[in-house]
Nanobody
Framework: QVQLLESGGGLVQAGGSLRLSCAASGTIFNINAMAWYRQAPGKQRELVAA?????????NYADSVKGRFIISRDNARNTVYLQMNSLKPEDTAVYYCNADISQSYYNTSNYWGQGTQVTVSS
């Protein structure tokens, strides 16, 4: 079994920073793409940032967070991070980690974490 465990959420004032972490555990052969999504009350879940796997990674960001958020990963720790700077009240949401994880050469599945709440006060 594979689990994704997020941490680092909380309450912060506008303009502040938070760093989210998501660690994958279990039987893991390889982790491919990893991403952060968020869902605000009454809204659909949206992609915030994604990072590819492999030796040479690439990233992409939602327009709303470009220049403020940075996604990174530590392959040795099976962990993905989201550094969130210059936070705005509209960043308030539950943030979810997502990853494509192979448990063997032939078996790749997509996994979600349980979510971590980020609240930005004005």
């Amino acid at each position: 079994q594979v689990q994704l465990l997020e941490s680092g959420g909380g309450l912060v004032q506008a303009g502040g920073s938070l760093r989210l972490s998501c660690a994958a555990s279990g039987t893991i052969f390889n982790i491919n793409a990893m991403a952060w999504y968020r869902q605000a009350p009454g809204k659909q879940r949206e992609l915030v940032a994604a990072i590819t796997g492999g030796a040479s990674t690439s990233t992409n960001y939602a327009d709303s967070v470009k220049g403020r958020f940075i996604i990174s990963r530590d392959n040795a720790r099976n962990t993905v991070y989201l550094q969130m700077n210059s936070l705005k009240p509209e960043d308030t949401a539950v943030y979810y980690c997502n990853a494509d994880i192979s448990q063997s050469y032939y078996n790749t599945s997509n996994y979600w974490g349980q979510g971590t709440q980020v609240t930005v006060s004005s």
